[in-house]
């Protein structure tokens, strides 16, 4: 499902290089909906952007909705096709990740987000959820894996993924290899909010990474907490922009829980995880969203390496913030 990203933004701390034959690239631009900002050291004269920009690309044609030559819309249509290896990779780690998160992550959310206007249509107060969760959830793609490259793929009849909520943080992990293949040692990938980094910044300090205030009227550079990585990944979904308001000035939010069908009400207004890789840290911020607080720090719990940080909204209009036991050793004191 297409998320509310609660922006991460890198806390740049300089520009003098402890090391003089380092010097620190960065590449930014428009990406996915959203926007990248890729820092890495380098030699002077050396620049990875043209192998970016190929990842990039490449990653619309596998997986956008917008596009419509996309692989991802062909088997929205109907059809039945060769995956690339990144496409298969993805609804196979996405089904493993349904099942890690009892199904609270799932990409077969596709007729539930449009009928309900998350996608460019129309918004609706309610709709007849009953009929469309015959063609939604994750099980139905079990039987229906992908298997060998070799083979064709097509969907269930009347199947369609979203895999808005994975992509992002999977194209993270793909350039992250970019880099580790060509001998990069130091680097801070940023994809539409989601973070994963390695080694130091120019200055030689591991990547600080803020997290913002979850409030519409924020001020730029204010943030909720801060937060330094190495060969860690951070991804936050978040529900305090992207909903409207219905005719009883209800907040419809954006998450819809793919048990009932609805868009999920509480008072969880962001969830930021830390994890070893990007992936899974977008699949898991996205389930924490649909599990609400309390759930959400039971499934986090039964991770090896992952970290939560929550921020709830109180009955009295404040919030409050809840953290796994290991978040703290990531926080900027």
Not at 162 to 174: E, F, H, L, M, R
Request: aromatic share 8%; glycine share 10%.
């Amino acid at each position: 499902m297409k998320k509310c990203i609660a922006l991460i933004v890198l806390v740049l701390l300089g520009s003098c290089s402890s090391n003089p034959e380092l010097v620190q690239m960065t590449n930014q631009g428009p990406a996915q909906g959203s926007t990248f900002s890729i820092s890495y050291l380098v030699p002077e004269g050396v620049d990875y952007r043209r192998d970016i920009d190929s990842i990039l690309e490449s990653m619309d044609q596998q997986m956008s909705l917008w596009v419509e030559n996309s692989e991802i819309s062909a088997l929205n249509r109907g059809d039945s096709l060769f995956l690339s290896n990144d496409f298969h990779g993805v609804i196979l780690r996405s089904i493993y990740l349904s099942e890690l998160t009892d199904g609270s992550f799932d990409i077969t959310l596709a007729p539930l987000i449009k009928a309900w206007g998350f996608s460019g249509g129309t918004h609706k107060d309610s709709i007849n959820v009953d009929s469309l969760l015959n063609f939604v959830g994750y099980k139905g793609l079990v039987a229906h894996r992908p298997g060998s490259m070799m083979e064709k793929y097509a969907l269930p009849e009347g199947y369609e993924l979203d895999v808005n909520a994975i992509a992002q943080g999977y194209t993270v992990d793909v350039v992250a290899n970019l880099m580790n293949n060509v001998g990069v040692s130091n680097y801070m990938i940023e994809i539409g909010g989601e973070v994963r980094c390695k080694g130091t910044n120019v200055r030689g300090r591991k990547w600080r990474i803020g997290i913002e205030e979850p409030t519409e009227d924020r001020v730029l550079g204010q943030f909720q907490t801060i937060v330094e990585l190495d060969s860690m990944s951070l991804a936050t979904s978040g529900n305090y922009r992207k909903y409207w308001q219905d005719e009883n000035g209800q907040k419809v939010v954006h998450s819809i829980d793919p048990e009932t069908g609805q868009p999920v009400v509480h008072n969880l207004l962001s969830a930021s995880i830390i994890a070893p890789n990007a992936t899974t840290a977008d699949a898991l911020a996205t389930a924490c969203m649909i599990k609400g607080v309390t759930g959400a720090m039971t499934m986090i719990d039964r991770f090896p390496d992952v970290e939560g940080y929550f921020i709830v909204g109180t009955k009295f209009g404040e919030i409050e913030v809840l953290q796994t036991s290991g978040w703290e050793r990531y926080t900027v004191n």
